[in-house]
């Protein structure tokens, strides 16, 4: 089993151009999640997916659109990057009926925006 | 506002002694706590998890208590190794409808040789 997988690692953008990072996993979770982490700031969440199909926005959504066409992926796109969205990415996963949610991470896209 | 806040950005504990990490909440309505563990360059990992009908719950070296009364809690880490050297962040969830979860800043734990 590979849990969570992310696309790409790194990637470096410059004011204005899009991108899309791609969350895979194997776990057959419903829930999934993108979150970003900043200095001093911990893991925020920007939106999150309760099964295919469905999406819904977290506490930092605006500038990310989501897609969850299948259950065991999760698309984050940013049409028109900032550099307000430099960043480290995290996508994770939960199982449905989990008693305290534990989430499973994947090892993260760290993304520039010049 | 920050509802999860672990306000030690750092803290450095020799080989073999106790580590203690603190952390604090403001919404009662948590129904669940967990500390995750983070090394460079990887995903956060889950380490332990408290329900907060409970004051304490431990796993090898890792033991967690809860104290309601003042929205606090701790992870306790006895004895330290190095391999204990990572960021280590709180988290906590409420149900509503959906697991919420709300995570600290992150303390970042040397242990040194």
């Known amino acids: 089993n590979a849990g969570v997988t992310q696309t790409p690692k790194f990637r470096v953008l410059k004011t204005g151009q899009s991108m899309t990072l791609l969350c895979a996993q194997d776990?057959?979770?419903?829930?999934m999640y993108w979150y970003r982490q900043d200095p001093g700031m911990g893991l925020r969440l920007i939106h999150y997916s309760v099964g295919e199909g469905t999406t819904a926005k977290g506490e930092v959504p605006d500038g990310y659109n989501v897609s969850r066409l299948k259950k065991q992926n999760f698309l984050l796109g940013l049409e028109s990057a900032a550099p307000s969205q430099t960043s480290v990415y995290f996508c994770?996963?939960?199982?449905?009926?989990?008693?305290?949610?534990?989430?499973?991470f994947g090892p993260g896209t760290r993304l520039t925006v010049l | 506002d920050q509802q999860v806040k672990q306000n030690s950005p750092s803290l450095s504990v020799q080989e073999g002694r106790i580590s203690i990490l603190n952390c604090d909440y403001t919404n009662s309505m948590f129904d669940y706590f967990l500390w995750y563990k983070k090394y460079p360059a990887e995903g956060p990992t889950f380490l332990i998890s408290i329900s907060s009908i409970k004051d304490k719950n431990e796993d090898g070296r890792f033991t967690v208590f809860l104290n309601k009364s003042a929205k606090h809690l701790s992870l306790h880490i006895v004895p330290s190794q190095p391999g204990d050297s990572a960021v280590y962040f709180c988290?906590?969830?409420?149900?509503?409808?959906?697991?919420?979860?709300?995570f600290g800043a992150g303390t970042r734990l040397f242990v040194k040789a």
């Open positions: 776990m057959n979770h419903e829930y």
């Open positions: 994770a996963s939960s199982r449905l009926g989990g008693s305290y949610n534990e989430q499973f």
């Open positions: 988290a906590a969830s409420v149900w509503t409808g959906g697991f919420k979860t709300i």
